[in-house]
Each structure stands twice: as structure tokens, then as C-alpha cells.
């Protein structure tokens, strides 16, 4: 897939507005509502000890209880949008930490494999293979049918590899490529940073992704 130049600026410059926006509501969610909603949950803790009677105290509790849960689950989505640990420190932390929730979402064994050195990218380049990496899970726990996935990154002197791997159910890539918007989105966005993804699939026999970004 072959991206022109004024396109590829012009895609460049919409996923980077997309990320910015998408960074600003992470952080929010974060450090706005999850610390107003965890002010509130400690409140009612507090007022759940100062009540005597019990049927109040108890339903003071379920709420405390409630409000937890979902001071968690905002945390949870706050990770998903934009792991802290991608800006701070690099790709393969944010993929571990990615993965921890994953497998907790939904029950899908992923093997990470690291060989070599990790070496610093910028930002663009770590959002964009997490981007990528986080979309091919996305699709195997949609469609793959399967309960465990690989993903191995190789770093070597002037290029990064990352394969992803499942042995689900595949598909005929000819025809999901012709409708399935994510698939395309993979691998222009490599495109965007002068790396490349090849996606490959075989009916019953699962996915391969190759992805791959030079490094300088």
C-alpha cells in the first residue's frame, strides 16, 4: 500500500490531532474525574463509619463499593487510550502493561517475547506501533476465536520487528482487506512512519503480523 506525499501528510497530521485529543482525555479521565470520584469514595467511607444504623451502613457500603468499581474501570480505560508508561518509559513497558489488562478483559493468554536491546524512538513512532500491536489484539479477541496469541519484537542494529501471531481461525485476507477499515489503518499508519505491516491469514490455521520500522 503506497502512500502519496500530499496524502500522507495530510494522514499524518489528522492521526497526530486524533492522538493529541486522545492523550488530553486519557490524562483527564485520569487525573480529573478518577481523582474527583476517588475524593468522593473516600467521603463515603468516612460517613459510612460515622452512621449507626446498620441497614444505612450497609447501603452506604454497596455505594463505596460501587464507586470503587468504577473509579477502577475509568483507570482501566485511562490505560487503554494512552498508557502512561508509553511516553515515560518506551514501548515494551506499555505493551506489558497493555497485555496485563488485556488478558484480564478477556481471558487471552499472550506470550511476549523481547530479543535484543531496546532502543529509544520518539513518541510518534512508540504511539504508532502501539497503535498497531493494540489493533491486532483487538482483532484476535473479535474474530480469532482463540484463547492465547504471540507477539515477539526483535530488536536489531537499524530495524525493530515485531511479529504477531495466533493460531484462531484466520480468514481470507483478499476479501476482509477489501472491507475492513482497521486492517488498511495498520498498515498505513506504519506507512506514515516509513515502516511496513504485512498482514497474512490462512483459513484454520490463523494470523501472521509483520511489522517492521527502521530504526536511525
Known amino acids: 500500500m503506497e502512500i502519496q506525499p500530499a496524502k500522507k501528510n495530510i494522514s499524518s497530521y489528522i492521526i497526530q490531532s486524533q492522538e493529541d485529543e486522545i492523550k488530553r482525555i486519557a490524562l483527564e479521565l485520569h487525573e ?21 444504623q446498620p441497614e444505612m451502613k450497609g447501603y452506604i457500603g454497596d455505594m463505596a463499593q460501587m464507586m470503587e468499581k468504577t473509579i477502577q474501570e475509568i483507570r482501566l480505560l485511562a490505560v487503554e487510550l494512552h498508557p502512561p508508561a508509553l511516553g515515560t518509559l518506551g514501548l515494551l513497558p506499555a505493551l506489558k502493561s497493555y497485555l496485563k489488562l488485556y488478558t484480564s478483559t478477556y ?46 519484537l526483535q530488536w536489531k542494529p537499524g530495524q525493530l520487528s515485531i511479529n504477531i501471531e495466533d493460531k484462531g481461525k484466520g480468514f481470507d485476507i483478499n476479501a476482509e482487506m477489501q472491507k475492513s477499515s482497521g486492517l488498511a489503518a495498520m498498515i498505513e499508519r ?22 517492521s520500522l527502521p530504526l536511525y
Open 32 to 52: 480529573g474525574v478518577g481523582q474527583t470520584l476517588y475524593s468522593l469514595y473516600t467521603g463515603m467511607q468516612f460517613i459510612q463509619t460515622a452512621v449507626d
Open 107 to 152: 481471558g487471552i493468554i499472550v506470550d511476549l517475547q523481547n530479543e535484543g536491546m531496546e532502543v529509544q524512538i520518539s513518541e510518534r513512532e512508540s504511539i504508532t506501533l502501539f497503535r498497531v500491536c493494540q489493533e491486532a489484539l483487538a482483532n484476535i479477541a473479535r474474530y480469532a476465536d482463540t484463547m492465547s496469541a504471540a507477539i515477539f
Open 190 to 211: 506504519m506507512c506514515l512512519i516509513s515502516g511496513k505491516c504485512v498482514i497474512s491469514s490462512k483459513i484454520g490455521e490463523g494470523t501472521t503480523i509483520d511489522i
